[in-house]
């Protein structure tokens, strides 16, 4: 049986859906907290739980020269006063066994990369912090190698885990979704998010940084909320073609209403 995920005031595991979202990573205070009044206020008004998340360091971009973020000390500041500010549960990436127990002071949901998700110090550093440990599965990872992540988190103690589907490599510079996956890790027993956007990016399309399709980024959450997945998981940007970071397979934040609408239709026909 499917274990409920206690997130601040939020249940992740039961109806309605939760969707976790914001800009992929910290660019500047003001669009930060831009960014988190906006979804915090659209969540609110369509009675959807929210999450709020983004990266004070992306530490996987292609090129050296990609931005990165504020880093951890500024990025935290900044990801607790939107906690303080909003009221929203916060998400963060985190990279290291140091930077879990740092972020674990602020922050309500520990994020395991996809990268990252078979280092084991990772995963049970995060777990000893007590905090909910969101799992992103690896795109190189099948729906059943996602159990040994697990039992990774489990051996601390802690049981408050969630997994976030993003796809599966295929071939070169491409990503693809087997739907199978959320049903067959749902299996064991612990609440599963689909991250529609980057689902649908491209890895590396443009050399020294990845592209995407987000035209298809609602048809995947589409298809994820109709096979049972507890939640949504989009990286969002007032102007997605500005963005520092996921820019083509980030969503405009002007089409969020008209996308939980959606899918908060079919949630209410299942």
């Not at 992740?12 to 206020?41: D, H, N, Q, W």
């Not at 909910?132 to 059943?144: D, E, L, T």
């Not at 969002?236 to 008209?258: K, R, T, W």
């Amino acid at each position: 049986m499917e274990k409920e995920i206690d997130i601040a005031s939020i249940k992740i595991g039961r109806r309605p859906f939760v969707f976790i979202s914001g800009p992929c990573v910290i660019e500047t205070e003001y669009i930060t907290m831009k960014i988190a009044e906006m979804l915090v206020k659209i969540t609110g008004e369509m009675g959807i739980p929210y999450i709020f998340k983004s990266s004070y360091d992306k530490a996987n971009r292609t090129s050296i020269s990609s931005y990165r973020g504020p880093g951890i000390i500024e990025g935290l500041k900044i990801l607790k006063k939107i906690k303080e500010t909003f009221g929203c549960p916060v998400l963060t990436d985190v990279h290291s066994s140091n930077e879990a127990a740092i972020a674990a002071d602020v922050v309500d949901v520990l994020q395991v990369p996809a990268l990252l998700s078979r280092q084991t110090d990772l995963l049970t550093a995060c777990g000893a912090t007590g905090k909910a440990v969101n799992i992103k599965k690896g795109q190189f990872m099948s729906p059943y190698d996602i159990k040994y992540a697990i039992d990774k988190v489990k051996s601390t103690g802690n049981e408050k885990i969630i997994i976030t589907e993003r796809g599966t490599c295929f071939g070169y510079n491409n990503l693809v979704n087997d739907f199978r996956a959320i049903p067959i890790m749902k299996g064991f027993g612990y609440p599963v998010i689909f991250d529609a956007t980057h689902s649908v990016q491209r890895p590396t399309q443009h050399s020294t940084r990845s592209g995407g399709e987000r035209e298809f980024v609602l048809p995947l959450a589409k298809a994820a909320i109709a096979v049972g997945a507890d939640g949504i998981f989009m990286e969002v940007h007032i102007d997605p073609a500005q963005a520092l970071c996921d820019g083509d397979n980030s969503v405009s934040i002007d089409d969020i209403p008209e996308y939980l609408m959606v899918l908060k239709r079919i949630e209410a026909v299942l």
